[in-house]
């Protein structure tokens, strides 16, 4: 079942992105794990493009938060204001009481902004005014920023860093993906009339058959490894989180369940770990001096920890 419907759901996404399966993939793994997925690239790429084709396809609610300087808590969970009809106070849900929520330029808005997300991204939940109200399931931040412009940009707390599962670049497409794209949107735009493939109910559906996926002990080892291994390298000052290798785990098994099968191996890990672990690594500063990237980390220690064999 994930397997059709995540063929189906790929060929709608590329009715509007030209190209780039394996991000296609890699989302759509993430939505089997309902986890927050951080876009990181230059502008004009597709990353919006993206989250709303996605939530179409999904047959999810969706809405985009601009994030700016002067964007208030409030202005991303609601407020609650004094009807004088009524003569009391009505809750009006901010634009993170959805489905999908799109948090463009997320590294623009200040800390205090930034943290508003933190309670939604975890709990599934926000508080307004000490009233606890539960989030739409399934719930999905999609959040982009630009990795080159840094002025008037806020650098994200490693606390909310680590609440994406996933880490992805689209990246430029090629010569002939870019043609494509000329001849798609020289008219009226695809996404106009994009069908949804699922529905919320089916993709909570997925999700659980998601868990279902067998992960053995070999490979679930294999995991833990690896993301141990980022906190004993020596140019690593910050290593991954326990939560960094439950992400792990569950990517591992949606990558499975994606292409098909019903259980995990060793390369689903090796997959995943750069896009799980990455994003989540402080370097060291004399690493940093040296021109080391966390990516540049994270495939050394993939390349160095032993691969379970079958016996």
Same mark, same amino acid.
């Given at each position: 079942?994930?397997?059709?419907?995540?063929?189906?759901?790929?060929?709608?996404?590329?009715?509007?992105?030209?190209?780039?399966?394996?991000?296609?993939?890699?989302?759509?793994?993430?939505?089997?794990?309902?986890?927050?997925?951080?876009?990181?690239?230059?502008?004009?790429?597709?990353?919006?493009?993206?989250?709303?084709?996605?939530?179409?396809?999904?047959?999810?609610?969706?809405?985009?938060?601009?994030?700016?300087?002067?964007?208030?808590?409030?202005?991303?969970?609601?407020?609650?204001?004094?009807?004088?009809?009524?003569?009391?106070?009505?809750?009006?849900?901010?634009?993170?009481?959805?489905?999908?929520?799109?948090?463009? !330029?997320?590294?623009?808005?200040?800390?205090?902004?930034?943290?508003?997300?933190?309670?939604?991204?975890?709990?599934?939940?926000?508080?307004?005014?000490?009233?606890?109200?539960?989030?739409?399931?399934?719930?999905?931040?999609?959040?982009?920023?630009?990795?080159?412009?840094?002025?008037?940009?806020?650098?994200?707390?490693?606390?909310?860093?680590?609440?994406?599962?996933?880490?992805?670049?689209?990246?430029?497409?090629?010569?002939?993906?870019?043609?494509?794209?000329?001849?798609?949107?020289?008219?009226?735009?695809?996404?106009?009339?994009?069908?949804?493939?699922?529905?919320?109910?089916?993709?909570?559906?997925?999700?659980?058959?998601?868990?279902?996926?067998?992960?053995?002990?070999?490979?679930?080892?294999?995991?833990?490894?690896?993301?141990?291994?980022?906190? @004993?390298?020596?140019?690593?000052?910050?290593?991954?989180?326990?939560?960094?290798?439950?992400?792990?785990?569950?990517?591992?098994?949606?990558?499975?369940?994606?292409?098909?099968?019903?259980?995990?191996?060793?390369?689903?890990?090796?997959?995943?770990?750069?896009?799980?672990?990455?994003?989540?690594?402080?370097?060291?500063? @004399?690493?940093?001096?040296?021109?080391?990237?966390?990516?540049?980390?994270?495939?050394?220690?993939?390349? !160095?920890?032993?691969?379970?064999?079958?016996?």
């Amino acid at each position: 079942m994930i397997l059709e419907i995540a063929r189906r759901l790929r060929e709608n996404i590329h009715k509007v992105i030209v190209g780039k399966d394996e991000v296609i993939d890699l989302v759509l793994a993430a939505v089997l794990c309902e986890g927050h997925i951080l876009l990181e690239d230059v502008p004009g790429i597709g990353k919006t493009t993206l989250a709303r084709a996605l939530a179409i396809s999904l047959g999810c609610s969706f809405q985009r938060i601009q994030f700016t300087p002067d964007l208030l808590p409030s202005d991303v969970t609601g407020i609650n204001w004094f009807n004088q009809k009524s003569q009391s106070f009505e809750y009006r849900p901010g634009p993170v009481m959805s489905q999908i929520v799109l948090a463009d !330029e997320i590294n623009r808005a200040t800390p205090r902004t930034q943290s508003a997300l933190l309670e939604a991204m975890q709990e599934r939940q926000v508080t307004v005014d000490g009233v606890t109200r539960p989030l739409p399931r399934p719930f999905l931040v999609l959040a982009t920023q630009n990795p080159v412009e840094l002025e008037g940009t806020f650098p994200l707390p490693e606390a909310q860093i680590d609440r994406f599962l996933v880490q992805a670049r689209i990246g430029y497409p090629s010569a002939r993906e870019e043609e494509e794209i000329l001849i798609r949107f020289g008219g009226a735009s695809p996404i106009e009339s994009l069908q949804a493939i699922a529905t919320p109910e089916e993709v909570m559906e997925l999700q659980e058959r998601r868990q279902q996926v067998r992960v053995g002990e070999p490979v679930r080892s294999y995991a833990v490894a690896v993301a141990r291994a980022t906190r @004993q390298h020596p140019e690593i000052h910050l290593g991954a989180s326990p939560r960094a290798t439950l992400g792990l785990y569950q990517m591992a098994q949606a990558w499975a369940a994606v292409h098909g099968r019903q259980f995990a191996i060793p390369d689903d890990v090796k997959a995943m770990a750069p896009h799980v672990l990455t994003h989540r690594l402080i370097i060291s500063p @004399q690493a940093h001096l040296r021109g080391r990237l966390p990516s540049e980390l994270v495939a050394d220690i993939v390349s !160095e920890v032993p691969v379970p064999v079958e016996g």
